[in-house]
């Protein structure tokens, strides 16, 4: 069975088309009898490419994104079992990593157990192995954002959120995403933002005191997905300045490396997903008036609406950063300690960058709409103050 599938990978994934799609396919799903165990070969082996994947530098959710934008979702469904079945190898995994989980119980069964949730046939469930598997092995390497499964190092601890603090967080993100009035989305956004901005300063105290955990900061990637890539990046751009992190953009593979210490890039992840989901639901409002006013250019304003929102959302976060950082000036130099460690390991890690062209709003009117949102979406403590045109 193994000479099997070493025939049908050696055709199918080092030529470029689909014959040898179609060749390694049909060698795999011709006999009935056999299937059960190419698909057991087929798990092992998927098994090793997702793990020189990550040796690369990938994580499963970059790859899984990266799945679902090439491929379609048996790919990515295919995808989560060989990231669960790697997975199962080590007793803990690092932060973030997967929830994927084997579902199909024992390895001999998974060809069959594959074929009843997909409710297909052989030929094209080998066909959907054999294209993801093309995939994972034409990943170039790219810059690591933590440990491996297994490394050593993932048993370093790092300061978190604390639970209770980071479920009041989450609650107040989720009622600011689900009211319709403006004022009460930006209370419990204030809220939610002096929470994070408290915690980072008390973590950067005891961190000067040397009474904190571990103290290096790390990365995280979260995605930048079409459509309105460029100012999502923007908005992921403000949301990690404004909580001590820095955020690399990755175009080419729709993701941002976020840098900072654990506790803000949590505090992040947090933000930008609310804000994001705020801005979001203000632009379909917003549009929806537009259009009953007769107005059919929808791509452009919303393309000016998100970019508005991410440009003034910026300068609003970092106002309000400015504003935290300054009620207590003592604690200034501990901060700033904060931030060359950060800065350091964002060069160390990103030696070359390059600016971004991004594309103009060329509309108008999506860009009152979108500033008016952002002014709305207030995410910072203390008084309110109007911000420059």
């Known amino acids: 069975m193994r000479d099997i599938v070493d025939r049908a990978c050696e055709a199918a994934l080092y030529a470029d ?35 020189q994947a990550w040796e690369r530098g990938w994580r499963p959710a970059d790859v899984v994104r990266l799945v ?13 079992d060989l990231v669960a079945a790697e997975a199962r190898r080590y007793a803990r995994l690092p932060e973030r990593w997967t929830d994927a989980e084997v579902w199909w119980g ?18 094209s469930l080998a066909t959907s192995v054999l294209e993801v598997f093309r995939l994972l092995i034409r990943l170039p390497s790219i ?19 604390e639970p209770r603090m980071l479920g009041r967080i989450r609650a107040l993100l989720a009622k600011a995403e689900a009211t319709n009035f403006p004022e009460e989305a930006e209370a419990l956004s204030a809220k939610a933002q002096e929470l994070m ?8 105290l005891l961190a000067a005191r040397g ?9 995280c990637r979260i995605g930048v997905e079409p459509p309105y890539e460029e100012a ?4 992921l751009d403000a949301v990690s300045t404004a909580n001590r992190c820095r955020a690399v953009w990755n175009s080419g593979f729709e993701f941002s490396t976020v840098v900072g210490f654990e506790s803000d890039l949590e505090a ?27 107005r059919k250019r929808t791509k452009t304003f919303r393309q000016s609406f998100l970019l508005a929102y991410a440009s003034r959302l910026g300068r609003r976060l970092a106002e309000t950063a400015e504003h935290t950082a300054s009620e207590v000036p003592d604690n200034l130099p501990a901060l700033v300690a904060r931030d060359v460690a950060v800065s350091s390991r964002a060069e160390e890690m990103f030696p070359r960058t390059t600016t971004t062209r991004l594309r103009g709003a060329t509309d108008l009117a999506g860009w009152e709409d979108g500033t008016a949102a952002a002014d709305r979406a207030r995410v910072g403590g203390g008084e309110r103050r109007s911000l420059p045109g």
Request: without cysteine.
């Open 197 to 204: 901005a408290r915690h980072t300063v008390d973590e950067a």
């Open 232 to 235: 999502k990046a923007v908005l």
């Open 106 to 123: 024992d390895d001999a069964g998974y060809g069959d157990a594959l074929a009843a949730r997909e409710r297909t046939d052989r030929f």
């Open 68 to 80: 679902r934008r090439d491929l379609d979702e048996t790919h990515v469904r295919i995808t989560g």
């Open 268 to 294: 992040v992840e947090l933000l930008y997903t609310s804000l994001l989901v705020q801005g979001t639901a203000a632009m379909t409002r917003a549009e929806a008036a537009q259009r009953s006013g007769g």
């Open 211 to 219: 009474a904190g955990p571990d103290g290096r900061p790390g990365a």
């Open 17 to 51: 088309g689909d014959s040898g799609l179609d060749t390694g396919a049909s060698l795999l799903a011709a006999d009935t009898a056999r299937w059960s165990g190419a698909a057991r070969e087929l798990l092992v082996r998927g098994e090793g490419y997702v793990r």
């Open 143 to 161: 810059e690591p954002v933590g440990p491996l499964p297994g490394d050593p190092t993932d048993a370093l601890e790092h300061a978190h959120i």
